[in-house]
């Protein structure tokens, strides 16, 4: 399993690795008991964790960003317990770690729900964000190879590869 698979779901608490998409729904498993399910399309949606950006003062960061920060901090700034903290303090909290965030746009209530997810993804040892960041490079470098071996454009080759690599 990997950080790429991960996905949250509508309606539904914790964190799951997307296994298959159908027409009407997805099969999930819970990250947290290994469970795994049928979520129909009409009821719940399927956002995967590498998609969800963080409101910041300046632009937008991608929330393995802030897991990441979340991480280097870790030995300093120790991890803000979501059931214990007040909210002041989990604000105060993320302001330490990621002075940018946005306080108007990030409620208390989704800086809980990251607080919960770092838990469950480091329970798992799912924080691996080098993998995220490098994999968008070698895709483009293994585009620019195809590119000259095809005589294709970059551009269409590597849009081509992240398509046929999403569909897997």
């Known amino acids: ?8 779901v509508t309606g539904l608490g914790g964190l799951y ?9 997805a099969i999930v498993r819970n990250v947290a ?3 795994t399910k049928f979520i ?3 009821q719940h949606n399927v956002t995967p964790l590498e998609s969800i950006e963080v409101y910041t003062t300046g632009e937008n960061v991608r929330l393995h ?19 214990v903290v007040n909210n002041d ?11 940018e965030f946005d306080e108007d746009r990030v409620y208390v209530s989704d800086m809980k729900k990251m607080l919960k997810w770092y838990e469950l993804l480091k329970g798992n040892d ?22 000259s071996e095809t005589n294709t454009p970059v551009a269409e080759s590597a849009t081509e590869e992240a398509d046929s690599a999403k569909a897997e």
Not at 17 to 25: E, F, I
Not at 70 to 76: C, R
Not at 89 to 99: D, L
């Open 1 to 8: 399993m990997e950080y790429r698979e991960i996905v949250a």
């Open 17 to 25: 690795q997307l296994v298959t998409t159908k027409s009407d729904g």
């Open 33 to 35: 008991d290994k469970s």
């Open 40 to 42: 129909s399309a009409r």
């Open 65 to 83: 960003e802030v897991f990441q920060k979340m991480q280097e901090h870790e030995a300093t700034i120790p991890l803000a317990d979501p059931k």
């Open 89 to 99: 303090g989990i604000k105060a909290y993320f302001k330490s770690i990621f002075p």
């Open 126 to 147: 799912l924080l691996h964000f080098e993998q995220v960041t490098e994999d968008g490079e070698e895709e483009i470098a293994d585009a620019e190879v195809v590119a």
